[in-house]
């Protein structure tokens, strides 16, 4: 980066600034940013596809409107690269919830979807 700006000597200077990855200890993010739910409203099956920068441990779950754990959807390894999950509404009643899908560190997607009779 560069740029410039004025001194007190009334007179222009200018800056150059390197930034690094990491160069604070700042994780790069195992997602990109990216994720699609389709189709919502859900009306038989949904699926979930993102794109890992790293493999990481992975969890997707569903919140009801009040905060409660409904159902783990799944648990387990994301692979490096893209992975696409196709889930089944079936065990679910019609209504409204919130899909979390987040890694040990953070959490990733945070989306209403609703599920139809």
Known sequence: MSGM??????????WIAEVYINSWGIETPEISPAINIFPNPVIDLFTIEFTLIRAAHIDI????TTGEQVKTLYSGTGY????IFSF??????????????????????????????
């Open 5 to 14: 700006y004025g001194n007190t000597e009334n007179r222009w200077d200018s």
């Open 88 to 117: 089944n509404k079936s065990p679910l009643k019609p209504g409204i919830y919130f899909l979390i899908i987040k890694t040990e560190d953070s959490i990733l997607k945070n989306e209403k979807i609703i599920i139809a009779d």
């Open 80 to 83: 490096t690269g893209k992975n």
């Open 61 to 64: 779950s569903l919140t009801g």
